[in-house]
């Protein structure tokens, strides 16, 4: 390696990749797309919408995973399924305006001010996106974030609509036990009500018990989450994030679980089993 390289390769190795990384999150960011298209009443519980297996928008033709349609599904089953087409569908009813707003209400495009160093932001896009940057952004693609951004915003999808200031240290003490500083649960915001909330926990419960999720399941307690498979630039190269965000038990989450495999070292990488293994272990051990 030239010098230059080696101190890159050198330094990587201290970067805290949940912190200071960033990447396209691909299906996990649909229940926010979800969310955000309910608590506007764009869509309820009986929208349904009809998924030919692609769109065709500004002058793009942008595919669904499954190529061949999911036919006419509910908003819980296009969750489940992971419909692409359902979210591009529920990004045209919510307009970039709306769709940035709640893009900046999840955090997604600034720091969380967690207490640990070289947080970065993420790219995002403004309310001038064009029809087929927003079309993608529904469903994951063409922005980036972080670990910590994600697990934050999604903690509040589940917990009645409450954005806490995540924190590393939850109090400082001497090797005596006395406390020197306590770190109490900051809430910084409301995102969507209580409704919203437990209406998304439904659709995340489904991911695992019906959909694309099953292999996070775990014996003696009940799981909910959401699967996600990242295409990454350049695109075409066969090369994936994949990852689960999710939490347990579902009816009344105490854990959340977040956890991304960056290009599975397989030749076919886009598959989440990857990440729901892991997750299944974690859980299990929890």
Request: charged share 20%; proline share 3%; glycine share 10%.
């Amino acid at each position: 390696m030239s010098q230059k390289k080696q101190s890159e390769k050198l330094n990587s190795i201290w970067n805290n990749y949940c912190i200071t990384d960033s990447y396209e999150p691909g299906s996990t960011a649909k229940p926010f797309t979800v969310a955000a298209a309910f608590e506007e009443g764009k869509i309820n519980r009986k929208s349904t919408f009809t998924c030919d297996g692609q769109e065709k928008v500004g002058g793009f033709t942008i595919k669904c995973h499954k190529v061949d349609g999911h036919g006419t599904i509910t908003v819980k089953e296009a969750i489940a399924e992971s419909c692409n087409d359902y979210m591009m569908h529920i990004g045209k009813l919510l307009g970039a305006k709306k769709f940035v707003k709640y893009q900046e209400r999840f955090g997604f495009g600034t720091k969380t001010g967690i207490d640990l160093p070289n947080e970065t932001r993420g790219l995002v896009y403004g309310t001038d996106m064009g029809s087929s940057t927003l079309a993608t952004n529904s469903f994951g693609q063409n922005f980036t974030v972080n670990m910590i951004q994600m697990v934050s915003g999604f903690s509040s999808l589940i917990n009645g609509g409450y954005y806490y200031e995540p924190r590393v240290v939850k109090q400082v003490v001497t090797s005596d036990d006395q406390l020197v500083k306590n770190y109490s649960k900051t809430l910084v915001k409301q995102t969507i009500t209580k409704e919203t909330s437990d209406y998304i926990k439904e659709c995340l419960r489904s991911v695992v018990t019906d959909g694309t999720g099953s292999t996070a399941a775990i014996s003696g307690y009940t799981v909910g989450g959401k699967t996600g498979t990242a295409e990454t630039l350049p695109r075409g190269n066969h090369q994936y994030v994949v990852s689960f965000m999710g939490y347990a038990p579902a009816d009344n989450p105490q854990i959340a679980i977040y956890v991304v495999v960056d290009r599975p070292n397989v030749a076919t990488q886009d598959d989440a089993k990857y990440a729901t293994r892991i997750v299944r272990s974690i859980l299990t051990e929890a």
